[in-house]
């Protein structure tokens, strides 16, 4: 005698099958999301997602590209704006400082000068310079100033003043200034004088 078939599991068919076909669902929303969202990037994007820069339609790729190549533009201008301002490098710059530096400073002859002839004399202001003039591309100086205030020995403080710049490891040659005695308003002697120096 033949036994009945056993009875399908009405309640575990159901709930495989309901799976399946939510899982079928899902993939299929997947793969059309993921679809549309390439199609988008690929076509749409770059047609929306597009500026005016100098009246030229950029996207974001090719944005991002003149930025570098703006940086790129930028950095090599300052390096030929730096490298034209201070050409530190270059031998005509360093051959101009060394001239430079070679000519005599004003400022440090005067203080010089001024300093041996306060020494010479003990009377504050004896010797007195009025205008210091450096010719420094004939290396040539010339003292303007008058001796007072030390009455009739002015002639030989002159004298021994002009005696003092010639030994001053700075000067080639002075020139003898004219030796002269006057009066000012008040009846007191002075010598003034104008002295012409050649420089080492």
């Given at each position: 005698m033949n036994t009945p078939p056993e009875p399908l599991d009405r309640q575990?068919?159901?709930?495989?099958?309901?799976?399946?076909?939510?899982?079928?669902?899902?993939?299929?929303?997947?793969?059309?999301?993921?679809?549309?969202?390439?199609?988008?990037?690929?076509?749409?994007?770059p047609r929306i997602?597009?500026?005016?820069?100098?009246?030229?339609?950029m996207s974001i790729a090719d944005l991002d590209g003149s930025y570098r190549r703006l940086l790129s533009d930028v950095s090599d201008q300052e390096k030929a704006r730096d490298a034209s301002i201070v050409p530190l490098q270059e031998p005509a710059f360093d051959a101009l400082?060394?001239?430079?530096?070679?000519?005599?400073?004003?400022?440090?002859?005067?203080d010089e000068i001024t300093h041996e002839a306060t020494a010479l004399v003990a009377t504050p202001d004896a010797i007195h310079l009025s205008d210091v003039n450096l010719d420094a591309s004939q290396m040539s100086l010339v003292l303007t100033g008058d001796v007072r205030h030390v009455g009739p020995q002015c002639q030989t403080i002159l004298a021994d003043f002009v005696s003092l710049l010639r030994k001053l490891p700075f000067v080639a040659h002075v020139d003898d200034p004219a030796y002269q005695r006057l009066t000012d308003a008040a009846g007191a002697p002075h010598s003034p004088f104008e002295i012409s120096l050649s420089l080492k």
């Open positions: 575990s068919l159901p709930a495989a099958d309901g799976v399946r076909r939510v899982a079928f669902f899902l993939l299929c929303f997947a793969a059309s999301l993921a679809c549309a969202l390439f199609l988008s990037q690929t076509f749409l994007l997602a597009q500026v005016d820069v100098g009246g030229k339609r400082k060394e001239e430079r530096f070679a000519q005599p400073s004003l400022g440090a002859l005067r």
